[in-house]
Nanobody, 121 residues
Framework: HVQLVESGGGLVQPGGSLRLSCAAS????????MGWYRQAPGKQREFVAD???????DYVDFVKGRFTISRDNAKNTVYLQMNSLGPEDTAVYSC???????????????WGQGTQVTVSS
């Protein structure tokens, strides 16, 4: 059983910052990429950023320069530092992990439940 638990969401004023965390636990042999996605009301879920085990990162254009993804491999945890937040960043942010539960097992994608980020004055 694998669990991804996000934390750090909340209400923040425009221009403010938040730091999201996502910890993976359970039966995990190896985690490959970890990432963040978001879904705003009435919209489809969209990619935000991801990071490989070696630290290679990728960002969607609209967060470049504002958001920073990082991870602690020892803790199976990924972070998303979000700065200069605007109302358009309001969404449920979910983390994703591409992992293998056993050495000989398949790679599978797992999702957290999501954490709400609301940017409003």
């Amino acid at each position: 059983h694998v669990q991804l638990v996000e934390s750090g969401g909340g209400l923040v004023q425009p221009g403010g910052s938040l730091r999201l965390s996502c910890a993976a636990s359970g039966s995990i042999f190896s985690i490959y990429s970890m990432g963040w996605y978001r879904q705003a009301p009435g919209k489809q879920r969209e990619f935000v950023a991801d990071i490989t085990t070696s630290g290679t990162t990728d960002y969607v254009d609209f967060v470049k320069g504002r958001f920073t993804i990082s991870r602690d491999n020892a803790k199976n945890t990924v972070y998303l530092q979000m700065n200069s937040l605007g109302p358009e960043d309001t969404a449920v942010y979910s983390c994703n992990a591409d992992l293998r539960k056993r050495r000989s097992g398949p790679r599978s994608s797992y999702w957290g439940q999501g954490t709400q980020v609301t940017v409003s004055s």
